[in-house]
């Protein structure tokens, strides 16, 4: 534990450094329904802002999402609802963080999870974030375009598998020389890639990947073509509504999925923009290199995912071995130390959310 820096008010306990990374799409399921209520009592106010954003364009309020009676993938997945629900949730996450006790010294996320971290350091306010979050995952409610799937490029024991990248490689180009098929790589999620397509594409991928463990490759439901030139549409219309006034300097340094670093110092706000609703919407998110990038630039003390759920928990375990971040080259590395003393802190895991909360 280093100790990085002093609480002026009391002298007593060094803070330790800290990296925050939001997660994307996909992470509130059956499990996490009630999240805000359970965890959130607190963030009336917070959750209104965003419900009152919400009503005004005629969507069900995240209040009302999040107290169903039942998960439903109709009403719970879509983008319209999923990614303001999951914005909330990580939002709220954050606040609770123990500043006392942690210092945040950069974020990041994944996928759709850069637009929270844009929100987490501050480059978007509270109002420009649900606008920015809102607008870009109610983009294809009136249908999808394209979908995603996802299969592992790594081994049992979470070290990267060079025979699995050459086959999604190989498949990649093998699909898009197929008339009518077109697949990208979408995103690099720790040991695992996911794949983004049309639906003639897609299929054929499913065809040509070997079965894996009676999962993958696994469809994501309810996923676009993110990540991909499909979105090119999107990107364009991204541009056209959210206007350059809705960006700020961060005030919290943010890793991106190249790997750039955004700092309260350098940060040009139209180059900002231009790469979040750009390049950030129609190329590949490499969130295996953005979580290297900000453990070697930043070396924190731990590392807090927030919630909801902890499905990132997993592809950020498996970026950091492939680096051996903080010393671990295997799974059994990780397990061992998660057991003694947790340098990964996903707060929506129960057991180790305490951790990052107030002692």
Known sequence: MSATSIDSNNGAKPKQRVVVIA?????????????LARFHPDKKEFIANIDAYRKALGQVSIAALDAEAKYSFKLHTPGENASALIYACAMADFMDIDTD????????GNSMGWYIALALAGALSPE??????NTMGSMMSEGLIGGQLIY?????????????????????????????????????????????????GLKLAEEQLPQLDDRYPMRLYNHGAFHSPLLNGVSEKGLAQLPLELFQTPKIPLVDGRGQIWTQYSTDTAKLREYTLGEQVVEPYDFSKAVAVVMKEFAPDRVIVLGPGNTLGGPVAQSLIAMNGFGWRTKADFSAAQLSEPRLIAMGNEQQRSLALTE
């Open 128 to 133: 420009a974030a649900i606008g920015v979050i």
């Open 101 to 108: 006790q942690f210092e945040i010294v950069a974020v990041t």
């Open 23 to 35: 997660p994307g799409r996909g992470c509130y399921n059956k499990e996490e329904l009630g999240y």
């Open 152 to 200: 592992p490029e790594m081994n049992e024991q979470w070290r990267p598998d060079t025979t699995k990248t050459a086959l999604l490689d190989r498949v990649i180009a093998d699909v898009n020389r197929h008339e009518g098929c077109e697949l990208f790589t979408s995103i690099f999620l720790g040991g695992y890639r996911v794949l983004a397509g049309n639906e003639a």
